[in-house]
Protein backbone atom coordinates (compact mmCIF):
# COMPACT_ATOMS: atom_id res chain seq x y z
CA UNK A 1 0.00 0.00 0.00
CA UNK A 2 1.12 3.24 -1.09
CA UNK A 3 1.52 6.53 1.38
CA UNK A 4 -1.07 8.46 -0.94
CA UNK A 5 -3.49 5.25 -0.25
CA UNK A 6 -2.50 4.91 3.29
CA UNK A 7 -3.54 8.90 3.88
CA UNK A 8 -6.78 7.88 1.95
CA UNK A 9 -7.73 4.85 4.26
CA UNK A 10 -6.68 7.10 7.29
CA UNK A 11 -8.85 10.33 5.84
CA UNK A 12 -11.91 7.94 4.82
CA UNK A 13 -11.42 6.03 8.80
CA UNK A 14 -11.31 9.38 10.71
CA UNK A 15 -14.37 10.86 8.48
CA UNK A 16 -15.97 7.45 9.64
CA UNK A 17 -14.86 7.89 13.34
CA UNK A 18 -16.20 11.67 13.24
CA UNK A 19 -19.54 10.85 11.63
CA UNK A 20 -19.79 7.55 13.87
CA UNK A 21 -18.46 9.59 17.15
CA UNK A 22 -21.37 12.41 16.03
CA UNK A 23 -23.72 9.79 15.83
CA UNK A 24 -23.07 8.24 19.31
CA UNK A 25 -23.14 11.86 20.69
CA UNK A 26 -26.05 12.33 18.98
CA UNK A 27 -27.82 9.30 20.83
CA UNK A 28 -26.48 10.03 24.19
CA UNK A 29 -28.15 13.00 24.15
CA UNK A 30 -31.10 12.13 23.20
CA UNK A 31 -30.83 9.32 25.51
CA UNK A 32 -30.27 11.63 28.25
CA UNK A 33 -32.85 13.88 26.79
CA UNK A 34 -35.63 10.75 27.42
CA UNK A 35 -34.21 9.89 31.06
CA UNK A 36 -33.74 13.39 32.17
CA UNK A 37 -37.67 13.96 31.44
CA UNK A 38 -38.24 10.16 32.75
CA UNK A 39 -37.07 11.17 36.04
CA UNK A 40 -38.98 12.64 38.39
CA UNK A 41 -37.62 15.74 40.76
CA UNK A 42 -38.92 14.39 43.43
CA UNK A 43 -40.21 11.30 45.18
CA UNK A 44 -43.46 10.15 47.45
CA UNK A 45 -44.78 7.64 49.69
CA UNK A 46 -48.19 7.54 51.09
CA UNK A 47 -49.16 5.48 54.29
CA UNK A 48 -52.92 5.60 55.75
CA UNK A 49 -54.90 4.42 58.83
CA UNK A 50 -58.61 4.14 58.14
CA UNK A 51 -60.95 5.04 60.58
CA UNK A 52 -62.09 2.55 63.49
CA UNK A 53 -65.84 2.51 63.94
CA UNK A 54 -65.53 0.27 67.01
CA UNK A 55 -69.12 -1.18 67.95
CA UNK A 56 -71.81 0.29 66.29
CA UNK A 57 -74.86 0.34 68.39
CA UNK A 58 -78.08 0.52 66.02
CA UNK A 59 -80.11 1.97 69.14
CA UNK A 60 -77.75 4.75 69.67
CA UNK A 61 -79.42 7.62 68.58
CA UNK A 62 -76.21 9.55 67.92
CA UNK A 63 -74.27 8.97 64.82
CA UNK A 64 -71.20 6.89 65.40
CA UNK A 65 -67.80 9.02 64.31
CA UNK A 66 -64.24 7.53 64.04
CA UNK A 67 -61.27 9.27 62.40
CA UNK A 68 -58.00 7.83 60.94
CA UNK A 69 -55.26 9.61 58.73
CA UNK A 70 -53.62 9.73 55.42
CA UNK A 71 -50.00 11.13 55.36
CA UNK A 72 -47.35 11.71 52.42
CA UNK A 73 -43.56 12.04 52.83
CA UNK A 74 -41.57 13.28 49.38
CA UNK A 75 -37.64 13.15 48.94
CA UNK A 76 -36.20 15.39 46.51
CA UNK A 77 -34.48 12.92 44.03
CA UNK A 78 -32.85 16.25 41.89
CA UNK A 79 -32.74 19.41 41.26
CA UNK A 80 -31.88 22.26 44.28
CA UNK A 81 -35.68 22.82 45.23
CA UNK A 82 -39.42 21.55 44.04
CA UNK A 83 -42.85 22.43 45.39
CA UNK A 84 -44.81 19.02 45.17
CA UNK A 85 -48.35 19.53 44.94
CA UNK A 86 -50.32 16.13 46.18
CA UNK A 87 -53.94 15.83 44.86
CA UNK A 88 -55.54 12.49 46.39
CA UNK A 89 -58.84 10.91 45.64
CA UNK A 90 -60.75 8.12 46.94
CA UNK A 91 -62.37 5.41 45.37
CA UNK A 92 -66.40 4.42 46.40
CA UNK A 93 -65.77 1.21 48.06
CA UNK A 94 -68.50 -1.19 48.27
CA UNK A 95 -71.16 1.20 47.26
CA UNK A 96 -70.05 2.71 43.90
CA UNK A 97 -71.31 5.52 44.92
CA UNK A 98 -70.18 8.75 46.85
CA UNK A 99 -73.31 9.80 48.73
CA UNK A 100 -73.26 6.71 51.06
CA UNK A 101 -70.39 4.62 50.97
CA UNK A 102 -71.20 1.04 52.42
CA UNK A 103 -69.88 -1.70 54.57
CA UNK A 104 -70.87 -5.15 54.70
CA UNK A 105 -70.96 -8.48 56.46
CA UNK A 106 -72.25 -10.94 54.48
CA UNK A 107 -75.05 -9.99 53.01
CA UNK A 108 -76.03 -7.17 55.32
CA UNK A 109 -75.08 -3.54 54.77
CA UNK A 110 -74.00 -1.26 57.20
CA UNK A 111 -74.00 3.07 55.33
CA UNK A 112 -70.87 5.27 55.88
CA UNK A 113 -68.86 8.14 54.74
CA UNK A 114 -65.65 9.58 54.74
CA UNK A 115 -65.07 13.35 54.97
CA UNK A 116 -62.54 16.25 55.06
CA UNK A 117 -63.95 18.27 57.89
CA UNK A 118 -65.65 17.01 60.96
CA UNK A 119 -68.92 18.69 60.22
CA UNK A 120 -69.26 15.72 57.92
CA UNK A 121 -69.81 17.88 54.44
CA UNK A 122 -67.00 17.49 52.34
CA UNK A 123 -66.88 14.25 51.33
CA UNK A 124 -63.93 12.10 50.43
CA UNK A 125 -63.70 11.38 46.49
CA UNK A 126 -62.60 11.98 43.30
CA UNK A 127 -64.57 14.94 42.59
CA UNK A 128 -67.39 13.65 40.90
CA UNK A 129 -70.94 12.69 42.63
CA UNK A 130 -70.60 15.69 45.33
CA UNK A 131 -67.54 14.31 46.47
CA UNK A 132 -63.93 16.33 46.40
CA UNK A 133 -60.35 15.41 46.07
CA UNK A 134 -58.02 16.71 48.35
CA UNK A 135 -54.91 18.91 47.98
CA UNK A 136 -51.19 19.68 50.08
CA UNK A 137 -47.84 21.06 49.21
CA UNK A 138 -44.59 20.69 50.25
CA UNK A 139 -41.30 22.70 49.42
CA UNK A 140 -38.73 20.46 49.41
CA UNK A 141 -34.85 22.21 49.09
CA UNK A 142 -31.19 20.50 48.80
CA UNK A 143 -31.41 21.70 52.91
CA UNK A 144 -34.75 20.11 53.48
CA UNK A 145 -34.90 17.34 50.66
CA UNK A 146 -37.62 15.01 52.96
CA UNK A 147 -40.91 16.59 53.69
CA UNK A 148 -43.63 15.12 55.45
CA UNK A 149 -47.40 16.22 55.46
CA UNK A 150 -47.67 17.39 59.45
CA UNK A 151 -50.38 17.28 60.75
CA UNK A 152 -51.70 14.12 58.57
CA UNK A 153 -54.61 14.64 56.90
CA UNK A 154 -57.76 13.84 59.52
CA UNK A 155 -59.89 11.34 57.85
CA UNK A 156 -63.64 11.59 59.39
CA UNK A 157 -65.84 8.77 59.23
CA UNK A 158 -69.12 8.52 60.35
CA UNK A 159 -71.99 5.97 60.43
CA UNK A 160 -75.50 7.12 60.63
CA UNK A 161 -77.18 6.32 63.40
CA UNK A 162 -80.81 4.18 63.36
CA UNK A 163 -79.68 1.27 60.92
CA UNK A 164 -81.00 -1.83 61.98
CA UNK A 165 -78.17 -4.28 61.26
CA UNK A 166 -77.05 -7.93 62.97
CA UNK A 167 -74.00 -8.19 64.99
CA UNK A 168 -70.95 -8.71 62.62
CA UNK A 169 -67.64 -8.27 61.02
CA UNK A 170 -68.33 -5.02 58.53
CA UNK A 171 -65.53 -4.00 56.46
CA UNK A 172 -65.10 -1.50 53.35
CA UNK A 173 -62.05 -1.57 51.15
CA UNK A 174 -61.01 2.68 50.07
CA UNK A 175 -58.58 3.00 47.42
CA UNK A 176 -56.70 5.95 48.03
CA UNK A 177 -54.72 7.53 44.87
CA UNK A 178 -52.26 10.57 45.35
CA UNK A 179 -50.57 12.08 42.04
CA UNK A 180 -48.17 14.15 42.09
Known amino acids: MSVLSFINVLQRFA ?67 ETVTLVSSYSTGNSGNFASRSMKSGTHVLSYNLYYDAAHTQIRGDGTG ?37 AGVYSDTIVITVTY
Open 15 to 81: QYCVSAVLRACVALILMLAAVNAAHAAASCTVSATGPDFGTYDPLNPAPTDAIGSVTATCTLMSGRS
Open 130 to 166: GSMTGSASLSLTRRNPVQTLNPPSVIYGSIPAGQDVP
